[in-house]
Antibody, heavy 116, light 107 residues
């Protein structure tokens, strides 16, 4: 049973960089798409991007200029960096695994607040 | 981007009711359409993938249908644990996009 766990700061200052990691356990980090999704309080889900373990990342055009995703297979972790954050980036951030074109495993989510 | 529109945005129903939620895509997504359930404070949970395939472990009262641009999620007999918000999502193109959600509340 694959399990995902997000980690990182819960508070980020405006204009700084949000950095999150997702640790994968109970399965291989190879041969899958790894995704980030976010959800502002009381709102819907927004896909941030994904990447295949041996491929290039694919980002949401609305965030592409500020997003970087990467993978550390030795640690079984993948990461998200979002720079120049504003209050509009305050949300619960989820990592997820995409398999057969659906998000079949999700982390529990981590609330990130952008505030000075 | 492919826009996903769900209807209704919310509904009230009783235990035992049959509930239908629809999802329309702004262009064809073939059968690359998924449904998720999200309970308050929890991560979304995959119910249906590829429009009509039931995810392992999901009760058989959930079913999905449709192809192209129009899709339906049906709960055949609503149970207390089904009161939640439901999202459709297309995986035909990137960026992946979600519907705005349908909140199923207790009548």
């Amino acid at each position: 049973q694959v399990q995902l766990q997000e980690s990182g700061p819960g508070l980020v200052k405006p204009s700084e960089t949000l950095s999150l990691s997702c640790t994968v356990s109970g399965g291989s980090i190879s041969s899958s798409y790894w995704s980030w999704i976010r959800q502002p309080a009381g709102k819907g889900l927004e896909w941030i991007g994904h990447f295949y373990t041996s491929g290039s990342p694919n980002y949401n055009p609305s965030l592409r200029s500020r997003v970087t995703m990467s993978l550390d297979t030795s640690k079984k972790q993948f990461s998200l960096k979002l720079n120049s954050v504003t209050a509009a980036d305050t949300a619960v951030y989820y990592c997820a695994k995409e398999n057969t074109w659906s998000l079949d495993y999700w982390g529990q989510g981590i609330l990130v607040t952008v505030s000075s | 981007d492919i826009q996903m529109t769900q209807s209704p945005s919310s509904l009230s129903a009783s235990v035992g009711d049959r509930v239908t939620i629809t999802c329309r895509a702004s262009q064809t997504v073939s059968t690359y359409l998924n449904w998720y359930q999200q309970r308050p404070g929890k991560a979304p949970n995959l119910l249906i993938y590829a429009a009509s395939s039931l995810q392992s472990g999901v009760p058989s009262r959930f079913s999905g249908s449709g192809s192209g641009t129009d899709f339906t999620l049906t709960i055949s007999s609503l149970q207390p644990e089904d009161f939640a918000t439901y999202y459709c999502q297309q995986s035909y193109r990137t960026p992946r996009t979600f519907g705005q959600g349908t909140k199923v509340e207790i009548k």
